[in-house]
């Protein structure tokens, strides 16, 4: 058997007591600090006046945070390319610029992107290729969500790689 003995006066503990505070107190400054410093990062280059495309890669992964994020997004202004996909209860100036996102390869594929206003909207037929510039805004479609509103579209050619891929984790 072994046994162990210690004294233990009312100093020593609340020095030991506050030395664990502080170590909580600290790391809990460091975890909230890192979480600010990686979003800020992650933001870094979403701000009013640049233009940031949106590339294949990043993709879902855009579309999947500016969802979740809604109000980080408003009033940021965007360049991405998709084709038009409609939906039978748009208006005559609303079209998703789509991308076709691969779910593994045995279960095909889904059409993923975001809805998009446009003035011009009726001159671009389903399917063909665009690249649209424009600004986020909060809009409503089943619920809120961002909507682009475009400011400038051209055709274009689909990418060498027409699919994107499951947003990561």
């Known amino acids: 058997m072994f046994i162990l003995n210690f004294k ?4 020593k503990i609340w020095k030991f007591i506050l030395a664990i505070l502080i170590i909580l107190i600290v790391s809990l400054l460091v975890f909230v600090g890192f979480k600010i410093f990686n979003s800020a990062k992650n ?3 979403l701000n009013n006046t640049d233009v940031v495309e949106i590339n294949s890669e990043e993709y879902t992964n855009f579309l999947k ?3 979740e994020n809604i109000q ?8 991405i390319t998709g084709y038009v996909y409609r939906l039978p209860d748009f208006s005559s100036s609303e079209f998703v610029v789509a991308r076709t996102m691969v779910i593994d390869n045995s279960s095909g594929a889904v059409v993923v992107g975001m809805l998009a206003e446009c003035n011009e909207a009726t001159k671009y037929e389903t399917g063909s290729w ?4 424009g600004t986020i805004k909060l ?3 089943n619920g809120e969500i961002p909507i682009l509103e475009i400011s400038n579209i051209n ?3 689909a990418p060498q790689d027409e699919f994107v891929y499951l947003p990561a984790d």
């Open 130 to 133: 665009i690249e649209a510039t």
């Open 72 to 79: 980080d997004y408003i009033g940021k202004k965007i360049k």
């Open 8 to 11: 233990v006066n009312g100093k």
């Open 139 to 141: 809009g409503n479609y």
């Open 65 to 67: 945070d500016s969802h």
């Open 43 to 45: 933001n870094s280059n």
């Open 155 to 157: 055709t274009t050619t």
